[in-house]
């Protein structure tokens, strides 16, 4: 019989930081049967999936606001006192549910609930998705029984001991669709190059606006590709009717389904977007946006560049023929994919949180 196992997860506001909390629950479930309960941002994209990405889970909306900049605005000492109220109110609910453990990936929701577990003595780990870590992950790292980390560089940010800290990589859900079976859906032939177009979940104004440019030019001189491009919750359909080969979503849900069967992904230097580009042995021509806190989305698309899996395009190097030429180069030089994911970040935590516990 498979063992019961309690965890109460935090992590969201971003897709960046919700996905990995949904893999981990995914690599979890393999081993236990899983009760779940999940700390969302009220209104926010983890508030709205969680239901279908956790079966029988049991959300628990917050109203909580992030720390204004610089850290010294004096709205902070109202979110600070809001913080407070919302951590005994948080603290209430997981001493009723009692959980095995709390997983956190981070972002401000982690604060309230981090700290009532802290005080109520639940095991706590966090895992951190960016090059350089956020600021509330690097503050409550000192309260978790193992701290996960997705690039070896950002060990060093941590105020713990280094036995800590676990390099473990950014974890991905585990894709289960074929090439055939999604592109012939999104109605294109599985043969011609495909390449999906994204600014992370929250889209990406500057990358709208290339893709337009970049559609013309591909019209004009060709090559055949065709593109999957998440707009965010911009509707630009109106401008994409005059290229067919162009298929618009604002948000697609199993959007790291079409990246693992992806020949390229063009794309923001967001942590887990970078991460699937990785792990499902894509190819991504990143421009990383320069308003990311101390230039994290930077490094992270230096890192994937290291690997061979990437090339970073500055914003201000970013023109149309540039996104172009180096799109036409890198699908010159690929092979089709296959579809195995080749390395599971996810199962690596699970390994070790299995093992404390
Ligand atoms: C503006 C902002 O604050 N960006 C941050 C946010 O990025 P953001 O939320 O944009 O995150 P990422 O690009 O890292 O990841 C997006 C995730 O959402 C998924 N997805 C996206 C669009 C969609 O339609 N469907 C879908 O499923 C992607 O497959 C991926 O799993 O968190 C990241 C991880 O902490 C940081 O590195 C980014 O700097």
């Not at 029988?56 to 605005?73: E, F, N, S, T």
């Not at 992950?137 to 000192?142: G, I």
């Not at 992270?300 to 201000?316: D, F, M, P, R, Y």
Request: proline share 6%; hydrophobic share 40%; net charge positive.
């Amino acid at each position: 019989m498979r063992k019961n196992l309690k965890v109460a997860f935090c992590g969201g506001g971003t897709g960046g930081h919700y996905y990995p909390a949904i893999a981990v629950y995914q690599e979890l479930s393999k081993r236990f049967d899983i009760e779940a309960l999940y700390f969302t941002i009220a209104g926010r994209l983890d508030d709205k999936n969680v239901e279908q990405d956790i079966p029988r889970v049991k959300r628990i909306p917050l109203k909580v606001k992030g720390l204004r900049r610089p850290l010294a605005h004096p709205e902070n000492f109202f979110r600070v006192l809001s913080h407070l109220r919302t951590s005994s109110k948080v603290k209430k609910i997981l001493k009723d549910f009692n959980p095995d453990l709390v997983f956190s990936t981070g972002g401000y929701i982690s604060y309230p609930v981090v700290k009532a577990a802290h005080t109520l003595g639940i095991p706590i780990y966090i895992h951190e998705q960016n090059s350089i870590p956020g600021i509330a992950n690097k503050k409550l790292s000192v309260f978790a029984r193992k701290v996960f980390v997705s690039f070896s560089e950002s060990a060093d940010y941590f105020p713990v001991p280094k036995d800590k800290i676990i390099v473990s990589g950014n974890p991905v859900r585990k894709p289960v669709k074929n090439r055939e079976e999604l592109l012939n859906q999104l109605g294109f032939d599985p043969k011609t190059p495909f390449v999906v177009i994204t600014g992370g979940s929250l889209g990406s104004d500057l990358l709208n606006k290339l893709a337009l440019s970049l559609y013309s030019k591909i019209l004009e001189h060709g090559p055949n590709i065709n593109f999957l491009h998440i707009t965010g919750n911009e509707n630009i359909s109106a401008k994409l009717n005059e290229f067919p080969f162009v298929i618009e979503k604002a948000y697609e849900p199993e959007l790291h389904e079409y990246i693992n069967i992806a020949d390229a992904v063009i794309a923001r230097g967001g942590a887990t977007t970078i991460a699937e580009i990785l792990n499902y042995k894509s190819f991504g021509i990143i421009i990383p946006w320069e308003g990311a806190a101390e230039n994290h989305q930077y490094y992270n698309a230096v890192s994937l560049e290291k690997q061979g899996q990437g090339c970073v395009i500055l914003e201000s190097a970013a023109t149309p023929e540039k996104i172009y030429s180096t799109l036409v180069t890198t699908l010159k030089r690929m092979s089709f994919k296959n579809n195995e994911v080749f390395r599971n970040p996810a199962r690596v935590i699970v390994e070790h949180v299995v093992r404390e516990e």
